[in-house]
Each structure stands twice: as C-alpha cells, then as structure tokens.
C-alpha cells in the first residue's frame, strides 16, 4: 500500500494537470485522474512498473477515449430527443436509463475486432443485410454470422449486467 500512496503523492496533480489540459475542465480531470488511479490499484505486480507516468498515461488514455466516447453517445442521445416532441420527450429518469444503457452497449462492443464492429454498424446503423456486409468487409457470409452473433452476445450480456445492477467496468461519471 505505501507504493500506491507515493504513486499518488508523485504523480497525482501532475496527471490531473495533463487531463486538464485535454478536457479545460477541472472537475472532469479530477475524476478522471482519480479513476485512473483506481484502475492503477486494480493491476498486479506494481513492483514491477519501471516508468510510473507512462503506466498512468495509458491507463488515464483508456478512461479517456471511453469519456468522449460516451460523451458523444450523450450528445447523439440529446439531439435527438430535441427533435421530437416535448410530450414524447423521456423523463429525466428515463432518460438517465437510455444513457447508462448506451454506455454498457458502447462498452459491449469495445472488445470487439475492427471487422465484427464495422459489420454490426453496418448493420444496425445503415441498415445492411449480412450479403451486403460481406460485399462491403471483403469477409464471407459465415463470418458476418458469427461476427453479429459475437456482437449479439456481448450485448445480451451487458444488458444482463444492467438488468442485475452491476455498473459498467470502465464506468466515468458523466453528466446527463
């Protein structure tokens, strides 16, 4: 314990700083520079980290992209429900579940192979039939079946963990 806490002491305001610097908002670097260092507890073998700030870069580069990532997923999300009528428009509530469901899909498919993710976007998002995919990806037609049931899967069990009350792995606080 008294690595993570020199790891802290050392390392803390700098990362903060670093995030900062990429977000312009303190509060958000804040949080992400304390996630990272919970991520940082979570790993084996501290001992055995020869350069403490670029073990903490990657780590805070991770949370980072999965921020934005979801970030935009909100944006997409609240554009849309400006569209629509406000008597149609979800409560707050409701709408915080859409999020935190988007966020665990998103999440469900980060492990994905590039192939796999372009055949479920295609798919879901314009709407092509699995021969179209295959056209499109250079892959057979088999391989898109098994690349959406991949895809399938994952979420199935995301949903799962939602449904079950179990927070996404990677999970940053975001406002909705």
Not at 92 to 120: N, S
């Amino acid at each position: 314990m008294h690595l993570v806490q020199q790891l802290f002491s050392d390392h803390h305001a700098w990362l903060t700083g670093r995030l900062q610097a990429r977000l312009g908002n303190v509060a958000d670097a804040q949080d992400l520079a304390s996630e990272t260092f919970v991520r940082m507890v979570g790993q084996r073998d501290l001992d055995a980290v020869q350069e403490p700030r670029a073990f903490l870069t990657t780590i805070a580069k991770r949370l980072l992209f999965s921020f934005w990532r979801r970030r935009e997923l909100e944006r997409a999300y609240l554009d849309t429900l400006a569209l629509r009528p406000e008597e149609t428009a979800p409560s707050p509530e409701e709408r915080a579940v859409l999020i935190e469901t988007l966020e665990h899909i998103a999440q469900a498919l980060d492990g994905l192979a590039l192939k796999a993710h372009q055949a479920f976007l295609l798919s879901q998002l314009d709407g092509l039939g699995y021969h179209a995919i295959a056209a499109e990806l250079g892959i057979s037609h088999s391989t898109v079946r098994r690349h959406m049931a991949d895809a399938f899967g994952r979420i199935a069990m995301a949903m799962a963990r939602q449904q079950a009350g179990l927070a996404c792995t990677a999970r940053v606080t975001a406002s909705v």
